[in-house]
């Protein structure tokens, strides 16, 4: 997967989002399985969701291991269904990083904040991605076809 521009915003602030969602196929997932399936297969990893206890202040994190990717989500935090849904996007977001840039690979990272651009650029791509997902997928695909994001 070739993955647009990053410092591209010609196509609007979330420009750069929507057109990794479309290169990747991810506009195409229904739900947050099909997503994960979408990026085991560009990754060729295995991907594993479980929920373990994290500790106070981390709600989520991303273990790569060779040929396997955990996420993990904070088991004592009391997280609403879509809160951790979020948590596994933003992790998922970190693996997609990774099939184009190895460096992006990570055993695991924490964040108080928003400050770090990686952490900002992931969080975006989590939101994109839940969106479409929630409008029923192909949101990406569809605004592509208007002309919007090309």
């Known amino acids: 997967m070739v993955k647009p521009d990053r410092t591209d915003r010609s196509r609007g602030a979330q420009g750069y989002e929507y057109a990794t969602l479309v290169a990747s196929g991810l506009d195409t997932a229904r739900s947050l399985d099909e997503a994960i399936h979408i990026v085991r297969d560009l990754r060729a990893h295995r991907i594993e969701?479980?929920?373990?206890?994290?500790?106070?202040?981390?709600?989520?994190?991303?273990?790569?291991?060779?040929?396997?990717?955990?996420?993990?989500?904070?088991?004592?935090?009391?997280?609403?269904?879509?809160?951790?849904?979020?948590?596994?996007?933003?992790?998922?977001?970190?693996?997609?990083?990774?099939?184009?840039d190895?460096?992006?690979?990570?055993?695991?990272?924490?964040?108080?904040?928003?400050?770090?651009?990686?952490?900002?650029?992931?969080?975006?791509?989590?939101?994109?991605?839940?969106?479409?997902?929630?409008?029923g997928g192909g949101v990406a695909a569809r605004l592509t076809a208007m002309g919007t994001f090309s």
């Not at 202040?57 to 993990?72: E, K, N, Q």
């Not at 989500?73 to 997280?79: G, Q, R």
């Open 49 to 100: 969701v479980i929920d373990e206890p994290l500790g106070e202040g981390l709600s989520g994190m991303w273990l790569g291991f060779p040929g396997c990717d955990r996420i993990i989500v904070n088991s004592e935090s009391a997280l609403s269904p879509r809160h951790r849904e979020f948590i596994v996007a933003h992790e998922l977001m970190h693996i997609l990083e990774a099939v184009d």
């Open 102 to 135: 190895p460096r992006q690979e990570r055993n695991s990272a924490n964040r108080t904040g928003y400050d770090d651009p990686t952490e900002h650029r992931v969080e975006s791509l989590a939101c994109t991605l839940m969106m479409s997902i929630q409008s």
